[in-house]
T-cell receptor, first 115, second 112 residues
Framework: GAGVSQSPRYKVAKRGQDVALRCDPISGHVSLFWYQQALGQGPEFLTYFQNEAQLDKSGLPSDRFFAERPEGSVSTLKIQRTQQEDSAVYLC?????????????FGPGTRLTVT | RKEVEQDPGPFNVPEGATVAFNCTYSNSASQSFFWYRQDCRKEPKLLMSVYSSGNEDGRFTAQLNRASQYISLLIRDSKLSDSATYLCVVFREVRGAQKLVFGQGTRLTINP
C-alpha cells in the first residue's frame, strides 16, 4: 500500500529564498510529525499535528519556519528566507493516532541544500 | 547535554559476531522506548519497542533499566544486512503534546 510520500525529494535553494516542502501522510492517519535531520545526527522534532490542529510547535527553530495541515491530511512545511544552517533532510512521519499507541511511519524525506 | 545519548561509533564487527549498543536518557518523564533502524539515505523504521521486562525478536534483544535510565540492544549472529544506523528513541507526552526524541544514532558495519 501507499506509504508516506514527500515532495520534492531534493531541493536546492539560494540563501534568502523561500521553500515549501510537502508531506502526504498515509490515508486515515490522524497524527503527523515533522523532523529535521542534520548530517550524522538523529532526527530532531519540529512540530506535531493531530488532524488539522497543530498541538506542538516547540521544535521549530525560528519564526522563519511555519507548518500547516489545513484539512487534516496533506501538510506543508514552509521555510522563509532560507539560511545555510537550514540545510538538512526534512522528514515527515504519520501515525494512526498518538505517537505512543501506534508506530510512526516515515516518508523518504526532502533533502534541502541552501547555497 | 543531549536528552538521549548514544555512542555514535562506528562499530565494525565480523559477520556472525554479537554486538551490543547502549543508550542513556536524561528525562525521567520518558514513557516509552524504541529502537529504530536507518539505512544510509533512507528513512528511519521501527525495529522494536523496549520494555523493562526485556523483549526479544529473533536475533535482537532489547532491555530497559528505568532506574539507571539506560536502554540496550543486543544483536546476535550478525548478518551483513544488519549494517545500518541504530537510533535510540524515547517518547514523552506533556499536556497533550507528544514527542519522539531521537539519539544521534550508532553506526554499525558488519564485515564479511
Amino acid at each position: 500500500g501507499a506509504g508516506v510520500s514527500q515532495s520534492p525529494r531534493y531541493k536546492v535553494a539560494k540563501r534568502g529564498q523561500d521553500v515549501a516542502l510537502r508531506c502526504d501522510p498515509i490515508s486515515g492517519h490522524v497524527s503527523l510529525f515533522w523532523y529535521q535531520q542534520a548530517l550524522g545526527q538523529g532526527p530532531e522534532f519540529l512540530t506535531y499535528f493531530q488532524n488539522e490542529a497543530q498541538l506542538d510547535k516547540s521544535g521549530l527553530p525560528s519564526d522563519r519556519f511555519f507548518a500547516e495541515r489545513p484539512e487534516g491530511s496533506v501538510s506543508t512545511l514552509k521555510i522563509q528566507r532560507t539560511q545555510q544552517e537550514d540545510s538538512a533532510v526534512y522528514l515527515c512521519a504519520s501515525s494512526l493516532a498518538g505517537a505512543l499507541s501506534y508506530e510512526q511511519y516515515f516518508g523518504p524525506g526532502t533533502r534541502l541544500t541552501v547555497t | 547535554r543531549k536528552e538521549v545519548e548514544q555512542d555514535p561509533g562506528p562499530f565494525n564487527v565480523p559477520e556472525g559476531a554479537t554486538v551490543a549498543f547502549n543508550c542513556t536518557y536524561s528525562n525521567s518523564a520518558s514513557q516509552s522506548f524504541f529502537w529504530y533502524r536507518q539505512d544510509c539515505r533512507k528513512e528511519p523504521k521501527l525495529l522494536m519497542s523496549v520494555y523493562s521486562s526485556g523483549n526479544e525478536d529473533g536475533r535482537f534483544t532489547a532491555q530497559l533499566n528505568r532506574a539507571s535510565q539506560y536502554i540496550s540492544l543486543l544483536i546476535r549472529d550478525s548478518k551483513l544486512s544488519d549494517s545500518a544506523t541504530y537510533l535510540c528513541v524515547v517518547f514523552r507526552e506533556v499536556r497533550g503534546a507528544q514527542k519522539l526524541v531521537f539519539g544521534q544514532g550508532t553506526r554499525l558495519t558488519i564485515n564479511p
